[in-house]
Nanobody
Framework: QVQLVESGGGLVQAGDSLRLACAAS????????MGWFRQAPGKEREFVAA????????YYAESLKGRFAISRDNALNTVYLQMNNLKPEDTSIYTC???????????????????WGQGTQVTVSS
């Protein structure tokens, strides 16, 4: 089992950058595929990005590719989400998630992840 704690959210202006972090407990962090999802008020949870165990493979929501970057440091049990050129529509609660195994065809599906953090609020003002 793994516990996840996000940090790094906040209130920023459009065009600013933020880096979110998700710290995981346990000694088997490198065994988990990690994902970031976000959910705005009144909307469904949507996939943001995911990264494979060793970080070799990354996946992004098409609309966010080029602005967001996911990375991980297995020595620190942490996965990051670098968000650049933020827009008001990026305002959401961002949550990290973990799963041991998942196919690339399912990696964007929140229902296939087993562990979730509490989320961190990101608010982008115009």
């Amino acid at each position: 089992q793994v516990q996840l704690v996000e940090s790094g959210g906040g209130l920023v202006q459009a065009g600013d950058s933020l880096r979110l972090a998700c710290a995981a407990s346990g000694r088997t962090f490198s065994s988990y595929v990690m994902g970031w999802f976000r959910q705005a008020p009144g909307k469904e949870r949507e996939f943001v990005a995911a990264i494979s165990w060793g970080g070799e493979n990354t996946y992004y929501a098409e609309s966010l590719k080029g602005r967001f970057a996911i990375s991980r440091d297995n020595a620190l049990n942490t996965v990051y989400l670098q968000m650049n050129n933020l827009k008001p529509e990026d305002t959401s609660i961002y949550t990290c998630a973990a799963v041991v195994t998942i196919s690339s065809t399912r990696i964007r599906s929140p229902r296939d992840y087993d562990y979730w953090g509490q989320g961190t609020q990101v608010t982008v003002s115009s």
